[in-house]
Nanobody, 127 residues
């Protein structure tokens, strides 16, 4: 199982940028689709972005398209989320997650498809 540790969260003004990182341990990272989710207290966890194991495809929730970019470096066992033009509604606890199925390249990324999760990193955007 992949162990995940997020970093890079913080407090930023609206319009600013942050880059989240997720460091993974384990030999299966390079064959694993990865995703970022976020959660606000009292609400369900929401899919934000995903990237296939080969970086061939990326997927985003509509609310972040054009502002967020997911990427990965398999040599460093790390996945990133570059967040630009941040809005107060992006405030949430952001989680990194690893897909259950090796070499998954599909377009469906439901929460139950992910078997490993990090502890989360808080992103707060002030208006």
């Amino acid at each position: 199982q992949v162990q995940l540790v997020e970093s890079g969260g913080g407090l930023v003004q609206a319009g600013g940028s942050l880059r989240l990182s997720c460091a993974a341990s384990g030999r299966t990272f390079s064959s694993t689709a990865m995703a970022w989710f976020r959660q606000v207290p009292g609400k369900e966890r929401e899919f934000v972005a995903a990237i296939t194991w080969s970086s061939e495809r990326t997927y985003y929730v509509d609310s972040v398209k054009g502002r967020f970019t997911i990427s990965r470096n398999n040599a460093k066992n790390t996945v990133y989320l570059q967040m630009n033009s941040l809005k107060p509604e992006d405030t949430a606890l952001y989680y990194c997650a690893a897909h259950r199925r090796p070499y998954y390249s599909g377009s469906s990324y439901a929460e139950e498809d992910f078997g490993s999760w990090g502890q989360g990193t808080q992103v707060t955007v002030s208006s």
